[in-house]
């Protein structure tokens, strides 16, 4: 059949539409996005009049957004966004940019599973020492969806391994993926109470966001977990300070002079809170 009556035949189009769906139901997703690829690349609404092509524009609408809500391809594209995971998007008379669209997202992925594929065949600890090269060199040549998507992988695979999701989130936060360093440090929290660095790690993710608030709970919480350290607290009214809170970087910064007589810092927080009183 040519290109040409494949164009009247809405018929062929919902088929390849429907084959996508069950690919996704299936958890096919490289399959799905090639289909509907096809789908979206032999329809062409110009050819197609009245009730078929208003049917057949919704089937394929209705088809992109399963895809995006699919698990895989959400988080993929999430990777790409610092905010809220954005969408695959249908407008009418502009197939061909959807299916280029599509046929991108299934060559990256196709690309990610067959670098990890590569390295099934290794012993647990090489697998692991494998996804953090690969991750953190993809990060450092500016692949950063690539290296994310990566460390967010050995991360579900190993994240039971004391330090590992620390590891990833201070990686992440050198490479400005603040959001995701933060996610990742939250759940090493969560797994490992007792873990300084990711305490230590997930307050700068906060405070590089501006998430003052839970940064101040955090730290809240660490000096209740480890007692008062002197640097701990002066750096929490560092925080006050970048915060604009004049009355507790005050506050704290007595108690970070008092734990600490000698430490310069802490006069300088107390000099700048009493300024701003002034």
């Keep these: ?3 040409s009556s494949l ?14 769906r069950g690919y996704l139901r299936r958890n096919d997703v490289l399959r799905a996005l090639e289909t509907l690829a096809i789908a979206a690349e032999i329809f062409d609404p110009k050819k197609v009049v009245g009730k078929a092509r208003y049917e057949t524009e919704i089937h394929l609408a209705e ?3 399963e895809l995006s809500k699919h698990p895989t391809i959400s988080a993929f594209l999430k990777t790409l966004s610092k905010g809220a995971a954005p969408s695959i998007v249908y407008v009418a008379g ?6 280029g669209t599509l046929r991108v997202i299934h060559k990256v992925l196709k690309d990610q599973e067959d670098e990890i594929s590569m390295i099934e065949g290794d012993t647990s600890e090489m697998r692991r020492d494998s996804m953090w090269e690969k991750g953190t060199r993809c990060l450092a040549e500016g692949q950063t969806p690539k290296g994310k998507s990566i460390l967010r992988r050995m991360g579900e695979e190993f994240g039971d ?3 590992v999701l620390t590891r990833i989130g201070e990686a992440l936060i050198n490479s400005n993926c603040l959001f995701e360093s933060a996610e990742l ?3 090493a929290l969560e797994k490992f109470p007792k873990d300084h660095k990711a305490y230590s790690l997930l307050i700068k993710s906060y405070t590089e966001l501006r998430e003052y608030e839970k940064a ?8 209740k977990q480890f007692g008062q350290h002197p640097l701990t607290v002066l750096n929490l009214a560092k925080m006050y300070r970048q915060w604009n809170k004049r009355d507790k970087a005050f506050e704290t910064a007595m108690t970070a002079k008092r734990l600490d007589p000698s430490n310069p810092e802490a006069q300088e ?3 700048w809170a009493e300024g701003k009183k002034r």
Excluded at 7 to 20: D, E, K, S
Excluded at 216 to 223: F, P, R, S, T
Aim: hydrophobic share 45%; with cysteine.
């Design 1 to 3: 059949m040519s290109n």
């Design 7 to 20: 164009f009247n035949a809405p018929a062929m189009v919902t088929q390849n539409i429907a084959r996508a």
């Design 185 to 187: 440090l939250e759940e």
């Design 63 to 65: 088809c992109v957004d």
């Design 216 to 223: 101040e709970l955090l730290y809240i919480k660490a000096l």
């Design 161 to 163: 391994e004391e330090g």
């Design 94 to 99: 502009q197939e061909s940019k959807l299916a």
């Design 269 to 271: 927080l107390l000099d």
